[in-house]
């Protein structure tokens, strides 16, 4: 089992024919992606060629639209590859032609442009119920059956760890401290202050997801998503969670990498979200190894 992505879903890219998209396409088709096509709407009509794992080429057609693509494909599951400028349309073209999953890798889409897609994506227009993953965001992997985004594919396998990050690097860190005992999904959600998908979205869905044992939580100062995934835990999640928080060292009042890692006081901290999940039972550790071996302690002990 997995969460929102499996060996089962069709997966375009809007902006396969750009250099981001077209890398990532080649590096997802060779994890064993189903990628099924593309959209460019100044390429439709046309063809693009990469090789799978066995060297066989793999030719994909150009669209014109996300509607024209799923019709053609059956496709259900879109990796968005468009500069920041154009994330907006392309995610409300997504969310129009009723793509399942969207999963947005650009990195410094606006803020505004941001909360008006999330705003679209709460509304009524949103019909088929997309859900959004990002922006700025690694994606989303299902070790073994598919991959949505750039998650390099080859750091760990499947298992019975289900991992949710605001980090692209972290995320990549910790499969790789637990790379012995796999991943039954990991999901980089993002870091920029409003995103399609949330720590708590993803830790509902660990809990319903039968394959998923144990939970690593990562998050990063700025916000307080990861105090209410705290109240969140306490009152919902039953399977074991353990947390990092990046920043610990950072001075307070200074914007840290991430558009939404900024401290403002005493809020959003990382002392005061390690306290708080604390509180409620979750292990946090100093250190992304520290937090691997208290999952590991988790996963030996059970």
Same mark, same amino acid.
């Given at each position: 089992?997995?969460?929102?992505?499996?060996?089962?879903?069709?997966?375009?890219?809007?902006? *396969? /024919?750009? =250099?981001?998209?077209?890398?990532?396409?080649?590096?997802?088709?060779?994890? !064993?992606?189903?990628? +099924? &096509?593309? @959209?460019?709407?100044?390429?439709?009509?046309?063809?693009?060629?990469?090789?799978?794992?066995?060297?066989?080429?793999?030719?994909?057609?150009?669209?014109?639209?996300?509607?024209?693509?799923?019709?053609?494909?059956?496709?259900?599951?879109?990796?968005?590859?468009?500069?920041?400028?154009?994330?907006?349309?392309?995610?409300?073209?997504?969310?129009?032609?009723?793509?399942?999953?969207?999963?947005?890798?650009?990195?410094?889409?606006?803020?505004?442009?941001?909360?008006?897609?999330?705003?679209?994506?709460?509304?009524?227009?949103?019909?088929?119920?997309?859900?959004?993953?990002?922006?700025?965001?690694?994606?989303? *992997? /299902?070790? =073994?059956?598919?991959?949505?985004?750039?998650?390099?594919?080859?750091?760990? !396998?499947?298992?019975? +760890? &289900?991992? @949710?990050?605001?980090?692209?690097?972290?995320?990549?860190?910790?499969?790789?401290?637990?790379?012995?005992?796999?991943?039954?999904?990991?999901?980089?959600?993002?870091?920029?202050?409003?995103?399609?998908?949330?720590?708590?979205?993803?830790?509902?869905?660990?809990?319903?997801?039968?394959?998923?044992?144990?939970?690593?939580?990562?998050?990063?100062?700025?916000?307080?998503?990861?105090?209410?995934?705290?109240?969140?835990?306490?009152?919902?999640?039953?399977?074991?969670?353990?947390?990092?928080?990046?920043?610990?060292?950072?001075?307070?009042?200074?914007?840290?990498?991430?558009?939404?890692?900024?401290?403002?006081?005493?809020?959003?901290?990382?002392?005061?979200?390690?306290?708080?999940?604390?509180?409620?039972?979750?292990?946090?550790?100093?250190?992304?190894?520290?937090?691997?071996?208290?999952?590991?302690?988790?996963?030996?002990?059970?």
């Amino acid at each position: 089992m997995s969460i929102y992505l499996n060996k089962d879903s069709k997966v375009i890219v809007q902006g *396969i /024919t750009g =250099g981001m998209g077209a890398k990532h396409t080649a590096l997802m088709i060779d994890s !064993g992606t189903n990628i +099924v &096509g593309g @959209v460019n709407a100044r390429k439709a009509g046309t063809t693009v060629t990469h090789k799978d794992h066995d060297g066989n080429d793999v030719v994909l057609p150009v669209f014109g639209t996300v509607a024209e693509a799923m019709s053609q494909t059956g496709a259900d599951v879109s990796v968005a590859f468009v500069p920041p400028a154009f994330t907006k349309a392309a995610c409300i073209e997504a969310i129009d032609a009723g793509i399942g999953l969207l999963v947005v890798i650009t990195e410094g889409v606006p803020v505004q442009d941001t909360a008006e897609v999330w705003s679209y994506l709460q509304s009524a227009a949103n019909t088929a119920g997309t859900r959004m993953i990002g922006p700025n965001c690694p994606g989303i *992997i /299902t070790p =073994g059956e598919s991959l949505a985004g750039i998650t390099p594919h080859t750091i760990a !396998g499947k298992g019975p +760890v &289900g991992l @949710v990050s605001k980090s692209g690097t972290l995320t990549y860190q910790m499969m790789y401290e637990l790379r012995d005992f796999g991943f039954s999904t990991a999901i980089g959600i993002g870091g920029d202050p409003i995103v399609g998908t949330t720590h708590i979205d993803a830790l509902q869905a660990f809990e319903d997801d039968p394959e998923t044992k144990a939970i690593v939580m990562i998050g990063e100062i700025g916000g307080d998503a990861e105090e209410r995934a705290a109240d969140y835990i306490k009152a919902h999640i039953t399977k074991p969670v353990v947390g990092y928080v990046a920043g610990f060292t950072a001075p307070e009042g200074k914007t840290m990498g991430h558009a939404g890692a900024i401290v403002s006081g005493s809020s959003g901290t990382a002392q005061a979200k390690k306290e708080a999940l604390e509180a409620v039972g979750v292990k946090v550790g100093k250190t992304p190894s520290e937090t691997a071996a208290l999952m590991r302690e988790i996963l030996t002990a059970g």
